[in-house]
């Protein structure tokens, strides 16, 4: 099995940053993309910033030039930096990857169990 552990959530200000984090442990073989999601009270999930294995990312408009996501392939770790925090970004952040479990493995879709973020104005 795959576990994704995510920390780094808690109370903010308007404009400060915080920075989360998220290791797949168990039996992970290689990792393909990694992300990202957001669910702020009654709405749906929504992808907030992705990450492929080579680097390349992606982002959500909400979020460009706030957020940064990385990730350390070594630590099977990814990372996301939010800066110039809004109250808007206010909700329960989910990690996602899409995990290989063996050299000939399909890959399978984990997610972890989700931080609170909560920023006030």
């Known amino acids: 099995q795959v576990q994704l552990v995510e920390s780094g959530g808690g109370l903010a200000q308007a404009g400060d940053s915080l920075t989360l984090s998220c290791t797949a442990s168990?039996?992970?073989?290689?990792?393909?993309?990694m992300a990202w999601y957001r669910q702020a009270p009654g709405k749906q999930r929504e992808m907030v910033a992705d990450i492929t294995k080579g680097g390349t990312t992606k982002y959500a408009d909400s979020v460009k030039g706030r957020f940064t996501i990385s990730r350390d392939n070594a630590k099977n770790t990814t990372y996301l930096q939010m800066n110039s925090l809004k109250p808007e970004d206010t909700g329960v952040y989910y990690c996602n990857a899409d995990v290989g479990l063996g050299r000939w493995s399909r890959t399978y879709d984990y997610w972890g169990q989700g931080t609170q973020v909560t920023v006030s104005s």
């Open positions: 168990g039996s992970v073989f290689s990792i393909n993309d």
